[in-house]
Nanobody, 116 residues
């Protein structure tokens, strides 16, 4: 069974930074795309950022210029560097992967709280 395990969440003050990591139990080069989603209380899960096997990236407008997604295929890990964090970034952040065949993969989520 494929597992995606997130880490790096926590409590940070507005303007601060966090780096999330997602370690996969499979070779991430075998996935079409990997990404990060988030879900705030009472809201739907939303796309934050994606990165393809070729390294192309896509960001939600709300995080452009502040968040950076990257991948290390040798470590089967995807990262989300989050800078200039705002209270509205508070959410559970989920790692996601899309295989060429079969159902998508999701991690269990990691909580990010931005508060003074």
């Amino acid at each position: 069974q494929v597992q995606l395990v997130e880490s790096g969440g926590g409590l940070v003050q507005p303007g601060g930074s966090l780096r999330l990591s997602c370690v996969a139990s499979l070779r991430i080069g075998s996935l079409i795309v990997m990404g990060w989603y988030r879900q705030a209380p009472g809201k739907q899960r939303e796309l934050v950022a994606t990165i393809t096997g070729g390294g192309s990236t896509n960001y939600a407008d709300s995080v452009k210029g502040r968040f950076t997604i990257s991948r290390d295929n040798a470590k089967n890990t995807v990262y989300l560097q989050m800078n200039s964090l705002k209270p509205e970034d508070t959410a559970v952040y989920y790692c996601h992967g899309t295989p060429y065949f079969g159902r998508d993969y999701w991690g269990q989520g990691t909580q990010v709280t931005v508060s003074s």
